[in-house]
């Protein structure tokens, strides 16, 4: 069982359709992993159809008939078995795995990590999957924009607390963090920063620059 | 009108046997309704019928994905209907979104241990309940639901602080999590 979960207001702008692509997979993998967060999205869901079915309106034949001709080329489909994920991805859940083309692989980022960065269409979020060692630790770093972490393999454990499988992390803000990743298997977490981080170690203030651009 | 039994029951006909005259009830029943919905968010009339037809002929493909156990006709037409609205945003050159993909409640990646309360009961418990709440929580739910934005643009919109709308969120969503965990427990 997990043990942080998304606050409501976040699971509200999910459940409406209002969230970037980015913020949306993280919350998307959130709930697929985390049984909390999935009944308070199954009631807001159902209060999305409670509103819906309190609207009332006419029926439209018209609308109706000509509907009804285009069913004539439209099967109704059998369900579609879940794709399945390739070697060494079998931590990746299902609202993840179209994002994860073939070709894509881990890349040694500096420091011992190693990051697989997603392009999803029209959105500007920096969005990745990091890969930490056990025992290993991110750069001491800041942020200055939000950032939503979702982990998918293994733990990590920074000031704020201990987070395992399916735990939804927001960045702590201005504040320094310097997430361990926990003993025993790499820890894998999906990461959304809507600003690159900024690093505040000795080593890592000579960094940013690269952060910046866009280099690591 | 059309129960909540009625309208699974129309689209498990359309699963078992491509029932047109159970698509009809259920069009008859939501296309209107998914345009009335999309248009107090200020959808044109010519879009959100548009997204009804289309949102209702999705009902028709993916009829046999549909699981009365995880969720009722309702919820599943809202999710479809959501998610035609996303795509309808992203439409400039943007792949569709995967119905499996959005339709979380329906596909999750552990079974839940617990699946004695039904969907149908979660549904209508969720309705009488939103009678019950507030008019100042009513008025966030439903900015968020019917205007598809975030708790912040709302916030914003309403010249409130971003604190006020956090927990007017979290005291609608607490009333309901005590309501039905009180009843299933």
């Known amino acids: 069982m997990s043990r942080h979960t998304a606050p409501d ?15 949306a997979l993280a919350l998307s993998l959130h709930v697929a992993l985390d049984a909390r ?10 209060m999305g159809g409670a509103l819906l079915d309190d609207e009332a309106a006419p029926a439209d034949e018209a609308a109706l008939r000509h509907t009804l001709a285009l069913l004539d080329t439209i099967p109704v489909e059998r369900p579609v078995a879940p794709p399945i994920a390739r070697p060494g991805f079998e931590w990746v859940p299902r609202p993840l795995l179209r994002h994860l083309g073939s070709e894509m692989n881990w890349r040694r980022v500096l420091g011992g990590f190693d990051e697989i960065r997603l392009h999803l269409p029209g959105d500007r979020h920096r969005v990745s999957l990091l890969r930490l060692a056990p025992g290993r630790g991110l750069p001491v770093h800041r942020h200055e924009g939000e950032e939503y972490t979702v982990v998918l393999q293994g733990g990590y454990t920074d000031a704020t607390g201990n987070y395992a499988v399916g735990d ?7 504040e320094e963090h310097e997430p361990i990743a926990d003993a025993g298997e790499p820890c894998i977490a999906l990461i959304v920063l809507e600003q690159p981080i900024v690093l505040t170690g000795p080593f890592g203030r000579w960094l940013n620059p690269l952060v910046k651009r866009d280099l690591i | 009108m059309l129960s909540p039994d009625e309208a699974a029951d129309r689209i498990e006909a359309i699963a078992a046997r491509q029932d047109r005259a159970a698509f009809a009830d259920l069009f008859r029943h939501y296309a209107p309704r998914v345009k009335a919905f999309l248009m107090r968010g200020g959808t044109d009339a010519e879009t959100a019928q548009e997204v009804a037809q289309e949102a209702l002929i999705l009902v028709w493909r993916k009829a046999a994905s549909f699981d009365r156990s995880r969720a009722s006709a309702a919820t599943w037409i809202f999710a479809i209907a959501r998610n035609k609205r996303i795509d309808l945003a992203r439409r400039a050159g943007r792949p569709a979104i995967e119905t499996e993909d959005w339709l979380t409640v329906f596909a999750p990646e552990v079974e839940d241990a617990d699946k004695s309360v039904l969907a149908g009961q979660t549904y209508s418990r969720v309705k009488e309940l939103l009678g019950g709440l507030s008019t100042d929580q009513l008025v966030v739910i439903k900015k968020a639901f019917f205007e598809d ?7 914003e919109e309403l010249g409130l602080p971003l604190g006020t709308v956090k927990s007017r969120i979290r005291l609608a969503l607490g009333r309901l999590r005590d309501a039905l965990e009180k009843e299933q427990s």
Do not use: M, S
């Open chain 1, 9 to 23: 207001e976040l699971l509200l702008d999910y459940a409406t359709g209002a969230l970037a692509p980015g913020p």
């Open chain 1, 37 to 46: 967060a999935r009944r308070i999205i199954e009631r807001l869901e159902a």
């Open chain 1, 168 to 174: 939804f992390a927001i960045g702590p803000g201005p």
């Open chain 2, 149 to 155: 934005k975030t708790h912040a643009a709302i916030a």
